[in-house]
């Protein structure tokens, strides 16, 4: 049984700083790509950051130069590090595991999924 759990959620001023963290079981992550996606009230999952198995990494242009995906292999964990957030930031951000590791830059490319954590950043 695959199970993604995220923690590291919370309430954070302007410019601020959040580190969320996935705890994974049921898989070894370093063999799949790990996705971080944000939801926002009414809209689609929309992409965040992947880092692959090869250790490539993308990030979505909304966020890169302040967003840094990380893998802990030995913990079985993927991080996403957000630096100078912005109340836009305010999501509820979601890890994901991509058995088939391809570009998994899409919602669609994603086998499963945690359940969520809430970023909420004041102005």
């Known amino acids: 049984q695959v199970q993604l759990v995220e923690s590291g959620g919370g309430l954070v001023e302007t410019g601020g700083s959040l580190r969320l963290s996935c705890a994974v079981s049921?898989?070894?992550?370093?063999?799949?790509?790990m996705g971080w996606f944000r939801q926002f009230p009414g809209k689609e999952r929309e992409f965040v950051a992947v880092i692959r198995r090869s250790g490539s990494i993308t990030y979505a242009n909304a966020v890169k130069g302040r967003f840094t995906i990380s893998r802990d292999d030995a913990k079985n964990t993927v991080d996403l590090q957000m630096y100078s957030l912005m109340p836009e930031d305010t999501a509820v951000y979601y890890c994901a595991l991509d058995e088939m590791s391809g570009t998994s830059t899409k919602q669609g490319d994603y086998e499963y999924w945690g359940q969520g954590t809430q970023v909420t950043v004041s102005s």
């Open positions: 049921g898989r070894t992550i370093n063999r799949y790509a």
